[in-house]
């Protein structure tokens, strides 16, 4: 996972989701959670919580707030309610990634598009959540990993098509132990995914992939 700078990580889990589909797992801290666009524009809604009180967990307008910008990238904290990093980004080669847009619901389906029973983000974060006892109450704002929602000058904002190319990644470094929980996003109503939703890949590697962040927030 590194550039040639150090010896290779120890790869702890390296697996294809397929589209629409979720996974969740505790990553230690100190551990590294790389994720992979595959094939190019396919949007990865996340959350997450500290894994030893879920209570406490990923915080949008805090992460933005103490970032300066709505647009994460490398350097970046991800905080939670408490003002405690859970993540940080320590690599990413796309650059842009969305924090306002939220996920998709088959309720939000049915008023924006006039389609009813869906396949949604929101669906997948309820299953993926049930497995470690968490449920709909613990579903909060989330992070879109390469989904581009561009903010104009005069407020307006939508969903546009993505800019990642396949084999484009994110790093996150775990500060503390944090369940991380993805829905590889079902949308085929809006340009998230291209109209045409695709794998990803996640490795949880133990340890830093051999790049060291700048820190700009």
Known sequence: MGRG????ASVVEDRVIPA???WARVIPR??????????????VDFLCYNAADPEERYNAADTMKYAKTIFLTRGHGIYSDRGRRLFTIVEDTCGRHDTI?????????EVRYGVKDSPSCRANFRMALATF???????VANINFFMNVPVESDGA???VDGLSKAGD????????????VISNCPQVHNPCNGFNPTPIRVVVTEGPTGRTPASPG
């Open 30 to 43: 100190g551990h590294t959670l790389r994720i992979v666009d595959l094939e190019g524009k396919q949007a």
């Open 133 to 139: 006892g968490l449920g709909p109450k613990d579903i």
């Open 5 to 8: 700078r150090g010896p290779a």
């Open 157 to 159: 904002m939508g969903i």
């Open 101 to 109: 847009g939220g996920c998709c619901s088959a309720e939000s389906n």
């Open 169 to 180: 990644y994110v790093d996150l470094r775990a500060d503390l132990d944090v369940l991380a």
């Open 20 to 22: 629409g589909q979720w």
